[in-house]
């Protein structure tokens, strides 16, 4: 059984187009995340939901907009796509307690914007 | 800002040998460590954590050491294996529900 699972998992788009990625983990976590991994490797949180709630937003353009339907679901879309958004989009989620708690990722979305 | 930083981009193990991966943070305020292990299409994947109140928890053939003094953190690999290549992250995270990556350290082990 997929944990934290993700689609699609390659994204292909032309600029300007809107698009979007869903996510869902069936491990009963409330708190979901959207992280983004450059060419580099870097990964760096964009998004962090609690209990549908918004938590963290790391200074990301107004283009990205999550939604998180229910705790067990945190879907990004993304409008006017641009070249630079061209990357690999993690959604993870984590249990959250009285200390944190490990991160547990999907398998990514790789957007290529043309 | 906070950072979490890696002495070294890459690293060429021989098969059996052990391997060590380092890693700097610069947060003070950090509680809370996690080791990832990331292969070629796929997530990031846990391998071992560790509290501000330890500095050395093992794992199976893995041990994380944290030296708080220097705010130090390494992952030490025993005997490892060709399906030990991956890229090697470390995280941390202050007491909210943000983690944050170092750049990574690719790991290539070599038969």
């Known amino acids: 059984d997929t944990a934290v699972s993700q689609t699609p998992k390659y994204l292909v788009t032309q600029m300007g187009n809107d698009k979007s990625i869903k996510c869902e983990q069936n491990l009963g976590h409330d708190t979901m995340y959207w992280y983004k991994q450059d060419s580099k490797k870097f990964l760096k949180i964009m998004f962090s939901?609690?209990?549908?709630?918004?938590?963290i937003n790391e200074t990301v353009p107004n283009r990205f907009s999550p939604k998180s339907p229910d705790k067990a679901h945190l879907n990004l879309h993304i409008n006017s796509l641009e070249l630079g958004d061209s990357a690999v989009y993690f959604c993870?989620?984590?249990?959250?307690?009285?200390?944190?708690?490990?991160?547990?990722f999907g398998q990514g979305t790789r957007l290529t914007v043309v | 800002g906070e950072s979490v930083g890696l002495h070294l981009p890459t690293l060429s193990v021989q098969e059996g040998d052990n391997s060590i991966i380092n890693c700097a943070y610069s947060?003070?305020?950090?509680?809370?460590f996690i080791w990832y292990k990331q292969e070629s299409g796929k997530g990031p994947q846990f391998i071992i954590d560790i509290r501000s109140n330890m500095d050395k928890r093992q794992g199976q053939r893995v041990t994380v050491l944290l030296n708080k003094t220097v705010k130090h953190l390494s992952l030490q690999i025993a005997a490892t294996q060709p399906g030990d290549s991956a890229v090697y992250f470390c995280a941390e995270s202050g007491g909210n529900e943000k983690l944050t990556f170092g750049t990574g350290t690719r790991l290539t082990i070599i038969p």
């Open positions: 993870a989620s984590s249990r959250r307690d009285t200390r944190n708690t490990e991160a547990f």
């Open positions: 939901y609690n209990n549908k709630e918004l938590i």
């Open positions: 947060n003070s305020a950090s509680d809370y």
